[in-house]
């Protein structure tokens, strides 16, 4: 079983200042893991994965992400927001299946605010 | 480049009434995907197809068919519209269905059913 925990349902940050989406996550399996950021009426677009390489991963638009095993975390981290950041982000673990059968959890979303 | 096209983007439906949505891809894609996401929750898997004439169910299938008789197209109807499947509809594909492949979604379908 697997399954994902966004603590946050709603942030917001100031212009310039850091972002911080926190992201847990509870696997039998050795996880993949993602973030996907959705702008309004727009479909869901990856940011990173996270495939069992390197523990920090970077991603599209200056987000990264680390991995962190011993705290089953993946928080996306931006040093800087930017307005066009504003959109809802999903953190995703996979159970790593082939062939069509992959189970993705998605987490419920954080919407991330950013204040001019 | 279309990407994922999804049609309608909006619906009413009324308790009972059939209705079908569109998916379509261009970008030539074997696997493809519907996932409805309700208030407050995480994506859900309805259905999922690996290829033409190959559709299996996902988590979630209750209420819904799919058919894929093209690798374009991936039509999910709701043959009696209950109120439990307001939603909103995504549509997804992907290349291989390898682990952790990248997935492309469309823009959604926003249905209620009153």
């Known amino acids: 079983a697997q399954s994902v925990t966004q603590l946050d349902s709603h942030v917001s940050v100031s212009e310039g200042t850091p972002v911080l989406l926190r992201c847990n996550y509870s696997s039998s399996y050795s996880p993949s893991l993602f973030w996907y950021v959705q702008h309004p009426n727009k479909g869901l677009q990856l940011l990173l994965k996270?495939?069992?390489?390197?523990?920090l991963v970077k991603g599209i638009n200056g987000f990264e992400a680390e991995f962190k095993k011993s705290e089953t975390s993946f928080h996306l981290t931006k040093p800087s927001a930017h307005m066009s950041d504003a959109a809802e982000y999903f953190c995703v673990v996979s159970d790593g299946s082939n062939f069509g059968n992959e189970k993705l959890t998605f987490g419920t979303g954080t919407r991330l605010t950013i204040i001019p | 480049n279309a990407g994922v096209t999804q049609t309608p983007k909006f619906r009413i439906l009324k308790i009972g009434q059939s209705m079908t949505l569109q998916c379509t891809q261009d970008m030539n894609h074997n696997y493809m995907y519907w996932y409805r996401q309700d208030p407050g929750m995480g994506l859900k898997l309805i259905y999922y197809s690996v290829g033409a004439g190959i559709t299996d169910k996902g988590e979630v299938p209750n209420g819904y068919n799919v058919s894929r008789s093209t690798t374009e197209d991936f039509p999910l109807r709701l043959e009696l519209a209950a109120p439990s499947q307001t939603s909103v509809y995504f549509c997804a594909s992907s290349y291989g269905g390898r682990a952790g492949e990248k997935l492309f979604f469309g823009s959604g379908t926003q249905l209620s059913v009153l």
């Open positions: 996270y495939t069992s390489a390197a523990t």
